[in-house]
C-alpha cells in the first residue's frame, strides 16, 4: 500500500535548533501550526540537533491521531556519548550541547541501533520511513548494509517504506538502479537555479515507481524571500549565482509571483515529486510558507524563464507547459 504523503511537509531540522536555539514550546507550537495548515508528513533525523529534533517532534506529534500522519527518519548516524563535550555545542550547525557525537555507521547492526535510538527517542510505536542519510562517502557499505536491514524492516511489516536521502543526484539514482526502494528525498537538486536531477534521477524515478520527497527548495536560503539571499547550500552564494536569483526574482515580481512561490511550485509541479518538505523556526514561517505552497503560478512564468535562459527547457510544470 503506497503511504499518503501531503503535497507539503514539515523539515524538522529547524526543531533541532539548527543555526539558533528555539524553546521546547516554539518548537511543539511550529508543529501545531503545521498540523492546522494541513501538513501530514514530517520528516526528522537523528542528526538534527543531535536528536533533540525526534525528541521535540514525537513529544509533539503524540497529541494526533498516529494513522492521520506520516513520519520519516533516517540512519546512518549512530549517537554516542561524548562526555568531554558536555561544555562544548554541537560543530555541526546545531546550537545544542555537544553531549553526543555522531559515528557514522551504514552497517546492519548500526542501521538497526540507529532506528531503535530514534524510536525510544520519538517515543511512538513505529516510523513510516526511514532513509540512509548522507551516504556520500559509504556507497557500498550502504549497498550492503543499510539498504538490505531496511528491505527486512519493510518486509517484516516494521517500517511501511525505506529510501535514501541526500544532497546529490548522481549517486540516488544509482540507489534507485541497484536497490528496490519505495522513495528518495533529494536536497537541492530540484531547484529554480539547480536542476540536475533532471539528468536521469527523476526520469528515472518516474519509470520505477519511485516517489520522491523535493527538499532545499529555497537552496538554503537564497529563494527564501522575495528579493534573493546571499547564502546558497549553506554556504555564501557565489555572486553570479546572486544576480541569476535576482533576474529570476524580476521575471516573477512581472507575473505577480514571489520568488519563494515560484521556488515551491517547480517541485510540486514535477510528476515524480510526492512532497515537497520544508522546515520553519517558527509558527508563523510555517504558515507563510504554506501561503507560498498555494499560490497560483501562471504557466507564461516558467516559459519567460525557460525563454531568457534562467531555466532547463525540459522541466516539467503545471499542465505540461515548458
Not at 33 to 57: C, I, K, N, Q
Not at 90 to 101: C, H, L, M, R, S
Request: proline share 7%.
Amino acid at each position: 500500500m503506497e503511504i499518503p504523503l501531503s503535497p507539503l511537509g514539515l523539515g524538522c531540522a529547524q526543531l533541532g535548533n539548527l543555526y539558533h536555539a528555539i524553546s521546547d514550546e516554539t518548537a511543539a507550537a511550529t508543529v501545531r501550526r503545521a498540523w492546522d495548515e494541513g501538513v501530514r508528513y514530517f520528516d526528522t533525523a537523528p542528526h538534527y540537533g543531535l536528536g533533540l529534533s525526534e525528541t521535540r517532534l514525537g513529544a509533539a506529534l503524540r497529541a494526533f491521531p498516529r494513522e492521520e500522519y506520516v513520519l520519516s527518519t533516517k540512519v546512518g548516524r549512530v549517537l554516542e556519548p561524548n562526555p568531554g563535550g558536555a561544555g562544548a555545542l554541537d560543530d555541526q550547525g546545531f546550537a545544542v550541547p555537544a553531549a553526543y557525537k555522531r559515528r557514522w555507521d551504514f552497517s546492519r547492526d548500526g542501521v538497526l541501533r540507529s532506528f531503535e535510538d530514534s524510536l525510544t527517542r520519538l517515543g511512538l510505536d513505529r516510523v513510516d520511513i526511514v532513509y540512509v542519510h548522507d551516504p556520500d562517502d559509504h556507497f557500498e557499505e550502504a549497498l550492503s548494509g543499510a539498504f538490505p536491514a531496511l528491505r527486512q524492516l519493510r518486509d517484516q511489516g516494521v517500517i511501511g517504506a525505506f529510501g535514501a536521502g541526500m544532497n546529490q543526484a548522481p549517486m540516488l539514482a544509482e540507489f534507485v538502479k541497484r536497490t528496490d526502494l519505495d522513495v528518495l528525498l533529494v536536497a537541492g537538486r530540484y531547484t529554480l537555479l539547480d536542476q540536475p536531477a533532471l539528468d536521469e534521477l527523476l526520469p528515472l524515478c518516474l519509470d520505477r515507481g519511485v516517489r520522491v520527497v523535493a527538499g532545499g527548495a529555497f537552496n538554503g536560503g537564497i529563494l527564501a524571500t522575495a528579493e534573493p539571499g546571499g547564502f546558497y547550500d549553506y554556504a555564501e552564494a557565489p555572486p553570479e549565482l546572486v544576480e541569476k536569483a535576482r533576474r529570476i526574482a524580476a521575471i516573477c515580481a512581472r507575473h505577480g509571483v514571489e520568488l519563494p512561490e515560484a521556488a515551491l511550485a517547480l517541485p510540486m509541479a514535477h510528476p515524480a515529486v510526492a512532497s515537497v518538505v520544508v522546515g520553519a523556526h517558527d509558527p508563523s514561517q510555517v504558515s507563510v510558507n504554506a501561503r507560498r505552497a498555494r499560490a497560483a503560478v501562471p504557466s507564461a512564468l516558467w516559459t519567460e524563464l525557460v525563454d531568457a535562459g534562467l531555466l532547463r527547457p525540459d522541466v516539467v510544470i503545471a499542465e505540461g507547459v515548458a
